[in-house]
């Protein structure tokens, strides 16, 4: 489209399409050798995004916009993430540690009772076949990403589990904010 042809009748309502959105056109001059303009840079005027943006020497048919850019850096924190490598139990030793552990138990019929010797027996026996592992990662700057968590040495992570608080969860980014 060659927006230095407000006439044309793919063109005339471009303009007023750009502002609408509240976008301004950077440069508007010739982009192109035959002295169109072709190509734009467009930003939202509210951002002031774009500082100065320049028509450079001719690379091929179209000239090269270049622009300076101010945007701040992502801010990074740490973060702890906590995991247990639940893949590598030996389900069998912890089928049969989980049945010896209720096997003696002198149980009552009270709920709560129940439930926190439930809990407290779970996690014993959970602590010693997949016992917590904490590190932490930069968070913030690219380097977590969905699929799999990227680790300072720029490795992924074997896929984990991770959690918030008591909750087991097996979405990959529960993560505890350090």
Aim: charged share 15%.
């Amino acid at each position: 489209m060659y927006v230095d042809r407000p006439s044309a009748s793919d063109v005339s309502h471009f303009p007023s399409t750009v502002e609408n959105v509240g976008f301004y056109q950077h440069e508007s001059g010739p982009t192109h050798i035959h002295g169109h303009t072709l190509d734009l840079v467009l930003s939202h005027q509210e951002d002031n995004l774009i500082v100065k943006c320049s028509v450079d020497s001719l690379l091929s048919d179209h000239y090269v916009i270049s622009f300076c850019m101010q945007c701040p850096t992502p801010v990074t924190h740490k973060i702890k993430i906590m995991s247990r490598k639940l893949n590598s139990v030996n389900k069998m030793e912890y089928q049969s540690d989980l049945s010896a552990s209720f096997r003696f138990a002198a149980l009552g019929v009270d709920v709560n009772d129940l439930t926190v010797f439930y809990n407290g027996v779970t996690r014993s026996i959970l602590d010693s076949h997949a016992p917590v592992k904490a590190s932490t990662a930069d968070f913030g700057n690219g380097t977590h990403s969905h699929g799999r968590q990227s680790w300072g040495d720029g490795g992924t992570s074997p896929p984990t589990f991770r959690w918030v608080g008591d909750t087991t969860s097996n979405a990959p980014h529960i993560c505890v904010k350090e």
